[in-house]
């Protein structure tokens, strides 16, 4: 009886030291995650896609985008905006052009170990690469996406789009 005690005891002790030294090394990560869930409080009545899309870059970012900005109206506007012919120029399509380019994402996030960038620039400039594999996959998806080649996405049929890495500069 004294052994099970004594090793209830230790384990007891065990995770409460595990659980200290938790709280005291991952103040960064939860002042993160806080960030993250205030983010989310703040684009609650953002568009689904768009939260969606830019929630999957950020599983990449060391300091993530602020969605709000991103998923604001003007930025949907101006996205809905490069999207070719104009009789395509709506939401729903913009919509599931967010959807296929967060397949993309995906895509990059699965095949490019660890998926940890400083920032977004350094993000989107390895997605662009075209020397590694994880940036060949997304480019090939990301031109699918933007002319309607990937046929899971049915309201992109007839899409064109300014270029192959739109949505980025």
Same mark, same amino acid.
């Given at each position: 009886?004294g052994?099970?005690?004594?090793?209830?005891?230790? /384990?007891v002790?065990?995770f409460? !030291? $595990?659980?200290?030294?938790?709280?005291?090394?991952?103040?960064?990560?939860d002042?993160?995650?806080?960030?993250?869930?205030l983010?989310?409080?703040?684009?609650?009545?953002?568009?689904? #896609?768009?939260?969606?899309?830019?929630?999957? *870059?950020? $599983?990449?970012?060391?300091?993530?985008?602020?969605?709000n *900005?991103?998923?604001?109206s003007? *930025?949907?506007?101006? $996205?809905?905006?490069?999207?070719r012919?104009?009789?395509?120029?709506?939401?729903?399509? $913009? *919509?599931e052009?967010?959807?296929?380019?967060?397949?993309?994402?995906?895509?990059?996030?699965? #095949?490019?170990?660890?998926?940890? !960038?400083?920032?977004?620039?350094?993000?989107?400039?390895?997605?662009?690469?075209g020397?590694?594999?994880?940036?060949? /996959?997304?480019?090939?998806?990301?031109?699918?996406?933007?002319?309607?080649?990937d046929?899971?996405?049915?309201k992109l049929?007839?899409?064109?789009?300014?270029?192959t890495?739109?949505?980025?500069?």
């Amino acid at each position: 009886m004294g052994f099970a005690v004594h090793k209830q005891f230790v /384990l007891v002790l065990l995770f409460c !030291f $595990l659980v200290t030294l938790n709280c005291i090394v991952s103040k960064k990560k939860d002042d993160t995650v806080n960030q993250q869930l205030l983010g989310w409080i703040l684009t609650s009545a953002t568009n689904p #896609s768009c939260l969606d899309y830019y929630s999957q *870059e950020n $599983l990449c970012l060391k300091s993530p985008v602020p969605i709000n *900005e991103k998923c604001s109206s003007q *930025e949907m506007d101006r $996205l809905q905006n490069g999207i070719r012919p104009t009789n395509m120029q709506n939401r729903e399509v $913009l *919509e599931e052009l967010l959807r296929c380019w967060g397949k993309c994402n995906s895509t990059f996030f699965l #095949s490019h170990s660890p998926c940890s !960038f400083e920032t977004e620039s350094d993000y989107i400039t390895a997605k662009r690469s075209g020397s590694t594999n994880s940036g060949n /996959l997304w480019r090939q998806c990301q031109s699918n996406c933007n002319t309607g080649a990937d046929s899971s996405f049915s309201k992109l049929k007839g899409i064109s789009t300014t270029t192959t890495y739109w949505p980025y500069p």
